[in-house]
């Protein structure tokens, strides 16, 4: 089984430069999440996808933050302008919510960017 | 509000040995999960273990297990017979909700198993 997918692994741009990063999901995972991970912190959220619509993006910073899941397979997450506090990794999880299993967070190995 | 919290930024531990790596969590759900991820240098998070809150025997697998006390909230991770592969960040995580799942994390704990 293929495990979840993303792209760039590296990524270095100017502050006020645009970036994109895709993630596609382990295959029939309904749940998408897309987490950023500062440098020596923990994963925190930033939205979640059902299938195709939003479930939480409560701390997206939707004034230079978005992302999308249009077929409900593989997403985006697009950062216009960045600033220097978006260095980070950004980790895409996928879930499979099937019955009996835990329910653990598939992850990718992250987008790391950096903002100089 | 939900809660994870990990104490203690980094441990050491000699080779062999086992260590326990604590967390304690905060929630108001009765129905909740709690996980352990591994996070080498390379950057993969890891799943390692995993507790239900309506499990009432602690969670093995491996040279892991979760000693689990629901009433004082705590969900330590216990690993036995540590090896120099075992350095690496260790995150403790909840998962809440009904249908829609969310998960918090916590901000981890640095292990370093010495030879």
């Known amino acids: 089984e293929a495990g979840v997918a993303q792209s760039p692994r590296y990524k270095i741009i100017e502050k006020r430069q645009s970036v994109a990063f895709w993630c596609n999901p382990i295959s029939g995972h309904a749940t998408l999440y897309w987490y950023q991970q500062i440098l020596g912190q923990g994963p925190k959220l930033l939205i979640q996808f059902q299938n195709n619509g939003v479930v939480d993006d409560s701390q997206l910073p939707k004034d230079r933050f978005s992302a999308e899941r249009l077929k409900g397979v593989d997403s985006t997450l697009k950062i216009q302008p960045a600033k220097l506090e978006d260095s980070a990794v950004y980790l895409c999880?996928?879930?499979?919510?099937?019955?009996?299993?835990?329910?653990?967070?598939?992850f990718g190995e992250g987008s790391r960017l950096t903002v100089l | 509000a939900q809660k994870i919290t990990q104490t203690q930024p980094g441990m050491f531990v000699q080779e062999k040995e086992a260590v326990t790596l604590d967390c304690t969590y905060d929630?108001?759900?009765?129905?909740?999960?709690l996980f352990w991820y591994k996070q080498p240098s390379s950057g993969e998070m890891i799943f390692l273990i995993y507790?239900?809150?309506?499990?009432?025997q602690n969670a093995t697998e491996g040279r892991y297990s979760l000693n689990f006390q629901k009433a004082r909230k705590s969900a330590n991770l216990v690993i036995s017979a540590s090896q120099l592969g075992d350095s690496a960040m260790y995150f403790c995580?909840?998962?809440?909700?009904?249908?829609?799942?969310?998960?918090?994390f916590g901000t981890g704990t640095r292990l370093k198993v010495l030879a």
């Open positions: 507790q239900g809150s309506y499990d009432e």
């Open positions: 999880a996928s879930s499979p919510l099937t019955r009996g299993s835990p329910g653990e967070l598939f």
């Open positions: 929630t108001s759900d009765q129905s909740y999960g």
């Open positions: 995580a909840m998962r809440e909700g009904f249908g829609t799942y969310k998960y918090i």
